[in-house]
């Protein structure tokens, strides 16, 4: 049915590439079928967030969404910048046939932070939990996130190879989509046999899943690349230092994204961090297409760049901007003029966050406005600049967190993440313009050829 669907999609992605050609075929066309993926990705999360906070309520949910967090957080320091440099390395064709073993290191290395970062969380839940949260429940909660962070840990720099070899369907089902399409359906077998009933089901089918995706997806990765050694002409030290800016940039972005929801774990209830999950869940709707988009633009970007094709590179980004800029002011103005409505299917509880939904999708709109001004520098050596910008909007996401939340709560950290993700968007375009001459930003009128 999926692979119905997904040609059904392509057809129609087609249609609508061949009338404008080139580069813009084929970013529509790939980027169609993530699009597809993605969406029955954010279904399954949609399910799976659902059955939580009926069957659980807003505390479970605020506790899973605090389990997410902290996972995502730590995860992206185990990566080591690998995750993001694996795509800009092997983007180019020779360095797929000849530096295979690059990839193994950066892999193995990451694997072993992993479990290191992954044992201490473990051992240490309780002071955790009890000191720094001030939430003895969270404990259990903790522990089966430790264990699960190794493997998703790893999971994404294998994902991130699948995009530099442009395989986006691949990429799509690993990267995002999978994880929650199999934690629902370990979660529904649980509550199928009876065993549903604990709140610790969810995470417990959360790592079920990552398990299975880290399995199959290094089996594949394994199996593409023919031959398993760890020669190379490239150091690991040097790779690391080249995917060093990479990682403190992808960082900051990961804790700017989580930092709100572990900010209201220090100063508001479970209660809160699930209704504000749920209307976070819900504005990153308006994120799909750019995440689409930018799987394709990402490769075809470094490629451009380093190939001088400037014009060719200015009409790619222009293009994708103005396409995503549309549909994702379509997802806004749904959302903004209906919040209740979507809020209420998770219970009436979680009308609380209507107008955090409403400030956190806005927030989104100005981040498609501006581009995809991440992938443009990092993509083309601007690693340490992009770095530097994400650092200083993540301090600014910070201090606006701790300020708003302990004055007006979920409200307070949706206005900070709006305003900090505004910032680093907005910044990074008026860089991209002025130092690279590149326009990121949504311009209204035809675009060039």
């Given amino acids: 049915m999926v692979r119905e669907a997904s040609s059904y999609v392509k057809k129609i992605a087609a249609s609508i590439g061949n009338k404008l050609g080139g580069d813009s075929k084929e970013i529509i066309?790939?980027?169609?079928?993530?699009?597809?993926?993605?969406?029955?990705?954010?279904?399954?999360?949609?399910?799976?967030?659902?059955?939580v906070a009926r069957r659980f309520g807003a505390e479970t949910n605020g506790l899973v969404s605090l389990g997410f967090s902290v996972m995502m957080i730590v995860s992206i320091v185990c990566r080591l910048g690998f995750d993001t440099a694996t795509v800009r390395f092997f983007a180019i064709t020779e360095n797929q046939t000849i530096q295979k073993g690059i990839f193994y290191k950066s892999y193995l290395l990451s694997f072993l932070v992993s479990i290191i970062a992954s044992l201490t969380i473990y051992f240490t839940s309780d002071y955790i939990a009890l000191d720094i949260f001030k939430k003895e429940e969270f404990i259990p909660y903790l522990r089966i996130t430790a264990i699960t962070i190794p493997f998703w840990t790893v999971l994404l720099i294998d994902s991130s190879y699948f995009r530099a070899l442009k395989k986006n369907l691949l990429f799509s089902f690993f990267n995002n989509s999978g994880r929650f399409i199999l934690t629902l359906l370990v979660f529904l077998g649980l509550i199928l046999f009876g065993k549903g009933s604990d709140p610790l089901s969810t995470l417990i089918s959360h790592f079920w899943g990552i398990f299975v995706l880290f399995a199959l997806g290094s089996f594949l990765v394994f199996k593409l690349m023919k031959e398993n050694r760890f020669k190379t002409s490239i150091s690991l030290k040097n790779y690391f230092r080249d995917s060093l800016p990479m990682l403190l940039s992808g960082s900051m972005l990961v804790f700017l994204s989580w930092s709100d929801t572990i900010v209201l774990g220090l100063f508001e209830s479970d209660k809160s961090i699930g209704v504000y999950n749920v209307s976070l869940k819900l504005a990153m709707l308006t994120s799909f297409t750019l995440q689409a988009f930018n799987s394709i633009l990402a490769p075809k970007i470094s490629q451009l760049y380093f190939k001088n094709k400037w014009s060719e590179l200015q009409t790619n980004i222009r293009f994708t901007t103005k396409l995503n800029t549309f549909i994702t002011l379509f997802f806004v103005i749904v959302l903004v003029g209906f919040p209740s409505f979507f809020l209420r299917i998770f219970g009436v509880e979680f009308l609380e966050g209507k107008y955090a939904l409403i400030i956190l999708a806005l927030g989104q709109l100005v981040n498609s406005l501006s581009g995809p001004v991440g992938i443009i520098l990092q993509m083309t050596g601007h690693q340490k600049i992009y770095q530097n910008i994400v650092f200083v909007s993540f301090g600014l996401n910070l201090i606006l967190n701790v300020i708003l939340i302990y004055s007006y709560g979920i409200l307070g950290a949706a206005i900070a993440t709006a305003l900090s993700v505004s910032f680093l968007n907005i910044l990074g375009a008026v860089f991209v313009k002025k130092k690279m001459h590149i326009k990121s930003y949504f311009i209204l009128g035809k675009t060039k050829k």
Avoid at 38 to 50: N, P, Q, S
């Fill in 29 to 51: 066309s790939k980027s169609s079928i993530f699009f597809l993926f993605r969406v029955i990705g954010f279904i399954a999360g949609y399910i799976f967030t659902l059955i």
